[in-house]
């Protein structure tokens, strides 16, 4: 979702649920920041292994560039490693260690 550069408030920002579903047909969306909380084993019939469910999450960093923030839980290895062999350029940061931030569950 990209809001004009003008919009008025209080529509300054869009917050975007995206299922692994819509990821695989985004194209060139790229957001400003985005986050995977989670990966857990409901989507094992459409993506067949757990490795291609990340895959297909982690789609959502493709396209980021330098500057932008790719998030993902720092309780799980497998989702750093597929944002990181995505390709995105965006900055990488871990919920649970961003500088400043505290997130509680």
Do not use: W
């Amino acid at each position: 979702v990209q809001l004009p550069q003008n919009a008025p408030p209080p529509y300054q920002a869009a917050v975007v649920e995206a299922s692994s579903y819509q990821l695989q047909l985004a194209g060139g969306f790229h957001p400003t920041a985005a986050v995977i909380i989670n990966l857990t084993p409901d989507h094992l019939e459409r993506h067949g292994s757990m490795r291609a469910y990340g895959e297909a999450k982690c789609a959502i960093f493709k396209n980021m560039q330098k500057g932008q923030l790719a998030v993902v839980g720092s309780d799980n290895p497998l989702l750093a490693a597929l944002r990181d062999e995505c390709g995105t350029q965006a900055d990488s940061a871990m919920l649970g260690q961003l500088p400043g931030c505290v997130v509680e569950a």
